[in-house]
């Protein structure tokens, strides 16, 4: 599986989960897409069957209008610091893969009081 993470969201997860998880990810800043629309990066993302890891519930409504792929990993923690953010992929993360294995579109991810 291939991940492209979202700018709202620390572009250093990108390696992180590609040290820790052995998965395909990229920040869309090292992809030349931090300033992109949304509808740009869905329809690329779409293309390259990659799934969106955001914050953005944007990419939900584009999931709704034009179907997947691409799939979204849907982080709804909030403002968190980039230490918690890896503790919750840590704790999350595996979960969310088996899910888009079974042909999840959409997987959300939260803190311990609002996770899969």
Partial sequence: MKFWIDAQLPPQLADWL??????????LRDLGLRDAEDRE???????????????????????????SPPQILWVTCGNVTNRSLKIIFAETFVSALELFKQGEKIVEIGDKYNQI
Avoid at 18 to 27: G, I
Avoid at 42 to 58: G, L, N, W, Y
Wanted: net charge negative; glycine share 0%; hydrophobic share 45%.
């Fill in 41 to 67: 990066i869905f329809e690329k993302a779409k293309s390259e069957e990659v799934i969106i890891i955001t914050k953005d519930r944007d990419f939900l409504e584009l999931i709704n209008r034009f179907n």
């Fill in 18 to 27: 590609k040290e820790t998880f052995l998965v395909e990810a990229f920040s």
